[in-house]
């Protein structure tokens, strides 16, 4: 499975952009799907996440209500759409998946298998 990730960009505070990260490869019977952060000198952070079953939705406690995570499973593509985006924000984000049954109807979304290669996403004051 291949990841690419891309949307990324230079914004100003309150402005919004979309991620996207369109999947290659086999994805079995389902798939969960997951957008992580990573600031300078900072831990990487779990932003996002959802399964092809649509079920167990994750939300980063900081982005709920900004941020939605959307899948379009025939695409193999998972989005997510950043409003009101504030300098916190600022990272380079990633996606990574996990496929089979399991992932699909009980995500882990901290055991994602697969990673993309980042877009960097800057928000100015």
């Known amino acids: 499975v291949q990841l690419q990730a891309s949307g990324g960009g230079l914004v100003q505070t309150g402005k919004s952009l979309r991620l996207s990260c369109a999947a290659s490869?086999?994805?079995?019977?389902?798939?969960?799907m997951a957008w992580f952060r990573q600031a300078p000198d900072k831990e990487r952070e779990l932003v996002a996440g959802?399964?092809?079953?649509?079920?167990?939705?994750y939300y980063k406690e900081s982005v709920k209500g900004r941020f939605t995570v959307s899948s379009d499973n025939a695409k193999k593509t998972v989005y997510l759409q950043m409003d009101t985006l504030e300098p916190e924000d600022t990272a380079v984000y990633y996606c990574a998946v996990d496929v089979g049954y399991c992932a699909a109807y009980s995500p882990y979304y901290y055991g994602m298998k697969h990673w993309g290669t980042g877009t960097q996403v800057t928000v100015s004051s």
């Open positions: 959802i399964s092809t079953s649509g079920e167990k939705i």
């Open positions: 490869g086999r994805l079995f019977s389902g798939y969960a």
